[in-house]
């Protein structure tokens, strides 16, 4: 029986690098796309790719290809080479707050991205089934319109929402109109000890530690009101697979059906490490304090605001329960907590490591 082969765009971000683990344990050969950087930034996948070859009998399965989805040229090449059985679109510059900063660049990656990517796949391997990453973020975070499912209207509020809302809005085009499998997942904030350090969930978790261990002196957030659907990523790109192997091509919402605010989340991260937080002050000029010694160890900047705030966000993802027979299973609390742990443990592996080079 022919192994089934999977592409995945954006591998070496979280979401693809769990989601390479879970084809790979499923026995798929996996290919990675990567772009060409004068630095590496491959520590997702770095022991995916240490477990190849170890001994002469090893099958690698694991390949990684230069490519962009901004080079279509490159996206046929690498199909024609790979011929995939299923293709995952992650790749995106999924920032929400830098897309106001880079707008054009955002359009070009996550919209017209998209499209290259479903057109190279229509020429090449059309009977390839799709999944492209969709977001919370098409919805407008209106409180009258809680919790969000596959029929609320979109409308987003951000330059990011906007490239994501083409992506998906193409990728329903060409389902529909060329017959193609094509789903969006509409996942709603996943975390995990992969995110992105200038993701709120592990910048709180990490400034969290620093202040307690006396690295920097305070933490700086923006909306402490802003709630979102936090769930865990490993999860949701088992929900993105299980879309895959259904009979037909749909869209689902991913979410855990709880909301929780950024204020909780400090709250939690600190706690988690100790520090008891209270807060002082109203508005931009409210901080979180130590209890134990009055100290202020959170501040409000204003560089970290929205032009444009989606103040609420929760998901109804009733729909994937019944079909995909998927839930989540991390609770908030659980998935700080294993973010915090991760975090600590990477620090001091890090510090003795340096103890070791220094001694």
Known sequence: ????????????????????????????????????????????????????????????????????????????????????????????????????????????????????LLEAARIVSPNAKIYQAST????????????????????????????????????????????????????????????GENFVTRKVVMGAIEVKQGRREFLPLGNLDARRDWGYAPEYMEAAWKMLQQKKPDDYVIATGETHSIRELAELAFHLVGITLTWKGRGRQERGVDAATGKTIVTIDPLYFRPNEVEHLCGDARKARRVLKWRPKTTFKELIRLMVDAELEHFEHHTSHSSMVLS
């Open 1 to 116: 029986m022919e192994r089934k082969r999977a592409f995945i765009t954006g591998v070496t971000g979280q979401d693809g690098s769990y989601l390479a683990e879970l084809l790979l344990a499923k026995g798929y050969e996996v290919h990675g796309l990567v772009r060409r950087t004068s630095t590496f930034n491959r520590h997702n996948i770095e022991h995916l790719l240490h477990l190849q070859g170890l001994t002469p009998t090893d099958e690698k399965r694991f390949h990684l290809h230069y490519g962009d989805m901004t080079d279509m040229h490159s996206l046929l090449s690498i199909l024609q080479k790979v011929v995939p059985h299923e293709i995952y679109n992650l790749a995106a510059q999924s920032h929400v707050r830098v897309s106001f900063d880079i707008p054009f660049y955002t359009a070009f990656s996550d919209a017209i991205g998209v499209l290259s």
């Open 136 to 195: 919370s973020e098409l919805y407008s975070g209106d409180k009258r319109e809680t919790p969000q499912n596959e029929n609320t209207h979109f409308r987003p509020r951000s330059p990011y929402g906007v490239a994501k809302l083409y992506g998906a809005e193409i990728a329903r085009i060409y389902r529909e109109g060329y017959g193609m499998y094509v789903c969006n997942g509409i996942l709603f904030n996943h975390e995990s000890p992969r995110r």
